[in-house]
């Protein structure tokens, strides 16, 4: 038992960043919570605000992002279960979402294809090469799926997974406040708008705004995911049509 305990504090003062990984991450997400819930700011996202200061903390520290990696993968083991719970909404609301089923489809669609000619339109004014606009017009779906799209149609997925995430969190900050800019006041287009943008990250800021947000950012996010892997290719090939390529 002595060897036990020797052996666990000589791991925990060789590895400090893998011991307290993940309370305090833990423990920092918390108290953004309460600084978000104070002063009700869309900048004040605890996702974002999270990310930047851990961000921070390993610069300054000097710490490897490895150790880091290491401490917090069952933090990481929890984010990739605890999507499932998305689905919770989508059950609740099942009833409405059935009665609004052909305009849901029709919004996503369009979210797929103005996603690509974007993606399409501002990598041509930048004289880039044509696999970035592979790499960032899936930008709007989940992560996995969006990789897979961007490594299928010859983009870099590596870069495609920091664009989604970026996506993810300038909806979720962003998303509710331009909505409101614009008048968008109704809690189902706003939902499936969200959903349709910003994927997990923005379904998980459209549920606190309210279930109905919740279930139809839900039904943005997976209907966007499943019609993206069906369709890119065929949208791909017509981007190329058009390009000449």
């Not at 666990?8 to 960043?17: E, G, Q, T």
């Not at 991450?25 to 605000?49: A, E, Q, S």
């Not at 989940?142 to 970026?166: H, K, N, Q, W, Y």
Request: aromatic share 8%; with cysteine; proline share 4%.
């Amino acid at each position: 038992m002595t060897d036990l305990a020797d052996s666990i504090l000589d791991f925990a003062a060789a590895h400090p960043v893998v011991i307290i990984a993940t309370p305090g991450t833990v423990l920092l997400y918390l108290l953004i919570i309460k600084i978000h819930k104070r002063f009700r700011l869309g900048l004040l996202n605890p996702l974002l605000l999270t990310m930047l200061v851990l961000i921070a903390i390993i610069l300054l520290a000097g710490v490897s992002y490895g150790e880091y990696q290491k401490g917090s993968a069952p933090l990481s083991f929890l984010a990739e279960t605890a999507i499932v719970a998305l689905a919770l909404p989508l059950y609740q609301k099942w009833p409405i979402i059935k009665k609004y089923a052909l305009p849901v489809v029709l919004s996503s669609v369009m979210s797929i294809l103005i996603s690509f000619l974007t993606a399409f339109i501002l990598v041509k004014c930048f004289g880039l090469d044509y696999r970035y606009t592979a790499t960032v017009a899936a930008r709007s779906v989940t992560m996995p799926i969006a990789m897979d799209v961007a490594e299928r149609l010859g983009g870099f997925p590596a870069i495609t997974a920091s664009v989604v995430c970026l996506a993810g969190i300038a909806g979720a900050v962003l998303g509710f406040p331009l909505l409101r800019l614009f008048r968008i006041r109704d809690s189902r287009a706003q939902g499936i708008a969200i959903g349709a943008c910003s994927h997990a990250v923005g379904t998980s800021e459209a549920a606190r705004h309210g279930i109905t947000e919740g279930a139809f950012s839900s039904l943005g996010l997976i209907l966007c995911g499943i019609l993206t892997t069906l369709t890119c290719g065929f949208i791909w090939q017509g981007l190329l049509w058009l390009a000449g390529e």
